[in-house]
T-cell receptor
Framework: AQSVTQLGSHVSVSEGALVLLRCNYS??????LFWYVQYPNQGLQLLLK??????LVKGINGFEAEFKKSETSFHLTKPSAHMSDAAEYFC????????????FGTGTRLKVLA | DAGITQSPRHKVTETGTPVTLRCHQT?????MYWYRQDPGHGLRLIHY???????DKGEVSDGYSVSRSKTEDFLLTLESATSSQTSVYFC????????????FGSGTRLTVV
């Protein structure tokens, strides 16, 4: 069965610093992978997704993620943090076929320090 | 026009009372889902629907029931609310293809006292 692990429930970075949020997955077949962002008192919004095309995926707000099969990872990065990036981020995985459910990680809350 | 509307946005109810949360979509998506979000647990699937009148259980379905009489509406009922069901509930929709992802509603914050 597929699963997702997000390392670090809380991450703090200084404004302008690199953002790195970690996500490792477990799947017996190549998965589809997603990153969602949740701002306070809002629902989740899709940031980016990997669907077996390019391994480096660019998303909204300057975020990107790289699918690394050998490391079973899909880490989210942004070169320079902005105060508006403070939110909770969720990694999710689904199987490529015959599925309609997604497995979510437990989330990483990003704090951006002035 | 919002794609997914959840109502109510906030509710406080007493232990033992039934509660119904509504999700309405204008996406015309076949699949609809109810999740609950709790600190340290992320999102956990309660129930989902793969068509009108077609529903199935998720990982935390005890104490919940759902109904879907129209493509656009998916109702979640807490049959007899308990304090452990205090949570934020999210509705999501999808086309059902694995590469689409979900579209989420804004959530319902439910407090059971």
């Amino acid at each position: 069965a597929q699963s997702v692990t997000q390392l670090g429930s809380h991450v703090s970075v200084s404004e302008g610093a690199l953002v790195l949020l970690r996500c490792n997955y477990s799947s017996s077949v190549p998965p589809y992978l997603f990153w969602y962002v949740q701002y306070p008192n809002q629902g989740l919004q899709l940031l980016l997704k990997y669907t077996s095309a390019a391994t480096l995926v660019k998303g909204i707000n300057g975020f990107e993620a790289e699918f690394k099969k050998s490391e079973t990872s899909f880490h989210l990065t942004k070169p320079s943090a902005h105060m508006s990036d403070a939110a909770e981020y969720f990694c999710a995985v689904s199987l490529p076929s015959g599925t309609y459910k997604y497995i979510f990680g437990t989330g990483t809350r990003l704090k951006v320090l002035a | 026009d919002a794609g997914i509307t959840q109502s109510p946005r906030h509710k406080v109810t007493e232990t033992g009372t039934p509660v119904t949360l509504r999700c309405h979509q204008t996406e015309n998506h076949r699949y609809m889902y109810w999740y609950r979000q709790d600190p340290g647990h992320g999102l956990r699937l309660i129930h989902y629907s793969y068509g009108v009148k077609d529903t199935d259980k998720g990982e935390v379905s005890d104490g919940y029931s759902v109904s879907r009489s129209k493509t656009e509406d998916f109702l979640l009922t807490l049959e007899s609310a308990t304090s452990s069901q205090t949570s934020v509930y999210f509705c999501a929709t999808s086309t059902g293809t694995g590469d689409y992802g979900y579209t989420f509603g804004s959530g319902t914050r439910l407090t059971v006292v």
